[in-house]
Nanobody
Framework: QVQLVESGGGLVQPGGSLRLSCAGSGVTLDYYTIGWFRQAPGKEREGVSCHSHFDGSTYYADSVKGRFTISRDSIKNTVYLQMNSLKFEDTAVYYC??????????????????WGQGTQVTVSS
């Protein structure tokens, strides 16, 4: 059974940092394109970051460039999203997704991938 479990969310002040983790079980994440998405209340889900071993692509939304970093730990079968200089507008539920079609970040059909349950990030003073 494939399962992705996000953790690391929480309440943080503006300017603070959090590191989200996406741990895989029943799946080897190195063989998947991994995306991080977020959804704020009343807003559509948006792509935040992505990394693909298939074509070496890495993606960051303009709103998080220079602040967020995606990384992998193959031994732990975990993907991380390091979030620095957090802003109020980063408040959302964050989801990781593993997509195994072999496509890169530009065209991976994430809707068909394996999704985690999400972790809440709240940026508040």
């Amino acid at each position: 059974q494939v399962q992705l479990v996000e953790s690391g969310g929480g309440l943080v002040q503006p300017g603070g940092s959090l590191r989200l983790s996406c741990a895989g079980s029943g799946v080897t994440l190195d063989y998947y394109t991994i995306g991080w998405f977020r959804q704020a209340p009343g807003k559509e889900r948006e792509g935040v970051s992505c990394h693909s071993h298939f074509d070496g692509s890495t993606y960051y939304a303009d709103s998080v460039k220079g602040r967020f970093t995606i990384s992998r730990d193959s031994i732990k079968n975990t993907v991380y999203l390091q979030m620095n200089s957090l802003k109020f507008e980063d408040t959302a539920v964050y989801y990781c997704v593993a997509e195994g079609s072999g496509r890169g970040c530009d065209d991976a059909p994430f809707s068909a991938g394996y999704w985690g349950q999400g972790t809440q990030v709240t940026v508040s003073s």
